[in-house]
């Protein structure tokens, strides 16, 4: 039912082992793994699960990774982007393959979620691979009927180093041709000739640009590296937003 | 009892390849330095820090940063054991050793304690028995890696107990208290070992 | 790098905290023991990378929850929350 409240049932949450069924590169560090989940309860969008890895020798590490797949598609998609010397990304991204188990518990989550219902105006303000959970509120916001669409406009701004890390390309510039949908990038290191987007840090003109009036009340969502979603809400809220309706997620300093 | 694990096929982590030997148990080798921090990083201007001995009779011995600096430097090169199972090999401190420290505090009177509880800037404790923080083996330490020690590895001075787990070398430490009896720091009364010998393992209270 | 820049959010806890409450508590209200503020778990910064999750109040800094994994228990410190509010109806975070 695409226009009520999803609610996830309390259940204990249990480690389970999830099945690699396709792997899909989105940019060159950045890969989409889709998952078959035994006994998957469902998700709201926002939601994230804790993928476990553990060595032969008993050697663990754990981190969490936002779900990007929508609440009414299938399979579960994880997109993760490899960061360099790290624990646990360049695994799934280099070495997981197609029939591999890979062992997460979830969906975890309930204060950076949004459904439908809750409505809008929606604010998404994404750094880096921050933009994931963000990317699962619009596949969910395109899912839903004309009219509850109709009724909640939503504008992405999605900060990226260069036009090659923006992740799902293809598809927000498709979206973004739907009336209710307004994506905007900003590339911070190196654009490509001819780019008439942003070309600097998000800050607080730009902001001001892309945010409804207060008195539309927004939903607001920002996910990235820590510093940009600190700095971000500050200012949303500097400029009459209220705080409680500004809701962030901390992916660390890489984001 | 915990089931039989998942094992993820392939799965090394980030681990150097390194000589047995020098690895307490379970550990593994990083060339990295990682952060760890329980809380924000404090930030104390040099004009304001200074590092005190307190006894439990209200006696006290006070550094300002100058007259701390006076006090003669040692260099040790130490391998360092984090509970999260990353060793680190043949780090370069400068700092001062804690003996000299409390053999100031000694003269001055103090009573001397079984124990001693590390405390900081941002309110971080851990505790250590005395011995650990004598015969040579701690310092306060400055210095790292031939430049002033970083605020997010504990600058302007951590202590540096390289022997023992590194959670007992506690960043942006401002003094010892020193206690007749063992009193449980900040991850001590979570469950952390008071002692803290990587040799042994002692990671959590109960760890022989 | 600061420790400020590595820091998560009660997010990231989340799983954790699935371990000790029975249902989700990012969007639960908790009050600050030391200086009184109201917020949103999702919104206290998560620190204590490996060795435990410390959750700070973002207005004060002090340690509202503290928990550590050890071998057979949970350890569970919450005496920097005075009160906590957790909804009945998740879906209405």
């Known amino acids: 039912m695409p226009n009520e409240p999803a609610t996830v049932p309390a259940q204990r949450l249990e480690w389970r082992v999830a099945t690699v069924v396709d792997v899909r590169a989105e940019t060159a560090r950045a890969r989409t793994l889709v998952l078959d989940v035994p006994q998957w309860p469902g998700h709201r969008a926002g939601q994230h699960v804790d993928v476990r890895l553990v060595a032969e020798d008993g050697y663990q590490a754990q981190r969490s990774y936002s779900i990007a797949s929508a609440p009414e598609q299938r399979s579960i998609e994880l997109t993760v982007e490899r960061i360099e010397n790290a624990e646990v990304s360049p695994y799934l991204c280099d070495t997981l393959v197609v029939g591999d188990g890979l062992e997460l518990r979830g969906p975890i989550g309930g204060y950076f979620v949004w459904d439908i219902a809750l409505g809008g105006p929606l604010l998404l303000v994404a750094g880096g691979s921050g933009i994931v959970p963000l990317m699962c509120m619009l596949r969910h916001h395109a899912r839903a009927t004309p009219s509850a669409r109709a009724r909640v406009p939503v504008r992405l701004l999605y900060s990226a180093r260069t036009w090659d890390d923006v992740i799902y390309r293809e598809e927000l510039q498709s979206l973004n041709e739907r009336p209710e949908v307004d994506v905007r990038f900003t590339l911070t290191r190196d654009a490509p000739s001819g780019w008439t987007g942003y070309r600097r840090r998000i800050d607080g003109e730009m902001l001001a640009e892309v945010s409804p009036p207060v008195a539309e009340k927004l939903r607001g969502y920002v996910c990235g590296p820590t510093a940009l979603v600190e700095s971000v809400a500050t200012q949303l809220v500097e400029m009459g937003h209220d705080p409680s309706r500004v809701r962030t997620e901390r992916f660390g300093p890489t984001g | 009892m915990a089931d039989k694990p998942f094992i993820a096929r392939g799965f090394q982590g980030r681990r150097a390849a390194s000589s047995a030997g020098r690895l307490p148990p ?15 990083t404090p930030r104390v201007p040099l004009n304001k820090w200074d590092f005190t001995i307190r006894d439990t009779q209200g006696r006290s011995v006070r550094w300002s940063w100058e007259e701390f600096q006076a006090l003669p430097h040692d260099k040790p090169t130490v391998d360092i054991h984090c509970v999260t199972k990353w060793s680190k ?3 370069t401190w400068e700092g001062i050793s804690v003996d000299t420290l409390l053999d100031a505090a000694k003269t001055a009177g103090l009573a001397e304690g079984a124990f001693v509880v590390a405390f900081c800037d941002g309110g971080y404790t851990t505790n250590l028995p005395i011995d650990d923080v004598s015969a040579g083996k701690a310092w306060v330490a400055f210095g790292y890696d031939g ?9 302007p001075a951590r202590l540096l107990v390289p022997h023992l787990y590194f959670w007992k070398s506690a960043k942006w430490v401002r003094g010892l208290q020193l206690l007749p009896k063992d009193q449980p720091g900040f991850w001590e009364q979570l469950g952390y070992h008071d002692r803290g010998d990587p040799w042994q393992e002692q990671r959590y209270q109960g760890d022989p | 790098m600061q420790s400020e820049e590595m820091r998560l959010d009660g997010n990231a806890a989340g799983g954790t905290l699935r371990e000790l409450f029975a249902q ?10 030391a200086c009184g503020s109201l917020g949103a778990i999702g919104t206290l910064l998560e620190y204590g990378q490996g060795m435990g999750v410390i959750l700070r109040c973002p207005s004060c800094d ?10 057979g228990w949970l350890r569970v410190d919450a005496s920097g929350i005075s009160v906590m509010m957790i909804p009945e109806n ?3 975070a």
């Not at chain 2, 379970?26 to 924000?40: H, I, K, M, N």
């Not at chain 3, 989700?24 to 023991?33: E, K, Q, Y």
């Open chain 2, 26 to 40: 379970g550990q593994y080798e990083t060339r990295d330095f990682p952060v760890l921090s329980a809380g924000p």
């Open chain 3, 62 to 71: 002090a340690a509202m929850l503290r928990i550590v994994h050890t071998p």
């Open chain 3, 24 to 33: 989700d508590v990012t969007a639960a209200l908790a009050t600050c023991a």
């Open chain 2, 147 to 155: 430049a002033p020690l970083p605020p997010e590895h504990g600058g």
């Open chain 3, 90 to 92: 998740a879906s209405v």
């Open chain 2, 89 to 91: 090999f043949d780090t």
